[in-house]
Structure formats: structure tokens, C-alpha cells
């Protein structure tokens, strides 16, 4: 398929095909470990693909003719295959950003998981869950921080992000903060109850 032409129907691809198009759509040529340390700069909260899951996501785009690869040769290592976003994957990856459904995140959160099913262990360990929590919620929000002073004026687009990403941990700071006064009113009225 050539650069500019289109497919004739849009595939139904998954999120991380569209994040692997977005992040090419930036215009650098680069290779699918390029692609995996700058999700790894991403794994605040939003986006934290496998490896495996990038480069299989790679090979999908390139048979859709949305990527285009070419090789590099290299002298003592095996050759470097360079991946670049065609018209076509700017103009899927502009539809699914423009026309996407807005949908709800897909949220997998072990540490509510183990707070449901807290009346199989103590409130002890319970406690110790949730500040252990808390402590990497803190860790992430000042790494946004960070984050957010250094895209400020390159990418304010993912600094904005950066900015959801400080509001969503200090967010779930205070929800850790009332779940674990919650917990002190629990065990009040079981001592008041003995």
C-alpha cells in the first residue's frame, strides 16, 4: 500500500495500536524499544504496554499499511528496524482521536481488590496496605511534578497529562486518608462493643 493512500475500511484496532500510532505521529523514525522506553516515561497511569504487546501491535500496523518499517544496517549487531507512521496512520489514528467513544478506564486496582475483601485479615494489615499505597501514590505524584516542569514548554500536550496524572494521585491520597480514618472509627466501635 502506498504512503498516501488510504485503506478502504478503518480497522477496529485496540488502544495500544492508537498509542503506538500517537507516539509515531510525533514524526521521528524509531525502533519498538524506542517505542517501549517512552511508555515506560508514560507509566504514571495512563498507558504501561509489554514489550511483546508493542512489537506485536507493530506488525499489525505494518500488515494495515498504517506503519512503514525500514532497515538500518548495523556492523556487529543485527540489523535496526525503523518504524515511521504513514498518511494512512495519521489519518486512522486522527479519526480515532476526533470520532473514539469516550468510554470509561479499564481499572484492575489490587489495593481496593484487598480492602473488599478485608474481613479476611486484620485491620493491622489492612492499615499497612493502604500506607504502603499511600507512600507510592506520594512517590508518583512528585515524579509528575517533575514531569510536568520538564514537558512544560517541549510537549504541553502530555504535560497537561502530567498535570491529570499529580491530580488523580493526590486524589487517591485522600481517598486512602479516608478509608483508613474509617478504619479507626471501625475498630473504635469494636473496642466500644467488648
Do not use: C
Not at 13 to 24: D, E, I, Q
Not at 52 to 74: A, D, F, K, P
Not at 135 to 159: F, I, M, S
Not at 175 to 194: F, K, N, S
Amino acid at each position: 500500500m502506498a504512503q498516501d493512500e488510504v485503506p478502504s475500511q478503518d480497522p477496529a484496532l485496540p488502544a495500544t495500536a492508537y498509542a503506538v500510532l500517537g507516539l509515531l505521529s510525533f514524526g521521528q523514525e524509531v525502533t519498538g524499544y524506542d517505542l517501549r522506553k517512552w511508555a515506560m516515561n508514560m507509566r504514571y497511569f495512563y498507558w504501561s504496554p509489554a514489550q511483546s504487546q508493542i512489537y506485536l501491535e507493530l506488525r499489525r500496523l505494518l500488515q494495515h499499511g498504517l506503519v512503514e518499517v525500514h532497515l538500518e544496517e548495523q556492523k556487529s549487531r543485527p540489523d535496526k528496524r525503523l518504524y515511521r507512521i504513514t498518511d494512512a496512520g495519521m489519518k486512522v489514528f486522527r479519526d480515532w482521536l476526533d470520532h473514539a467513544p469516550v468510554g470509561p478506564p479499564l481499572l484492575k486496582h489490587s489495593v481496593a481488590l484487598r480492602l473488599f475483601f478485608g474481613h479476611h485479615t486484620d485491620h493491622r494489615r489492612l492499615r499497612q496496605i493502604l500506607t504502603e499505597y499511600r507512600d507510592w501514590a506520594v512517590e508518583q505524584t512528585n515524579g509528575l511534578t517533575l514531569l510536568r516542569t520538564e514537558l512544560d514548554q517541549k510537549l504541553p500536550y502530555p504535560a497537561l497529562v502530567a498535570t491529570w496524572g499529580s491530580a488523580y494521585f493526590a486524589a487517591e491520597i485522600t481517598a486512602i486518608d479516608t478509608v483508613l480514618a474509617d478504619l479507626d472509627r471501625m475498630d473504635e466501635g469494636t473496642r466500644e462493643q467488648d
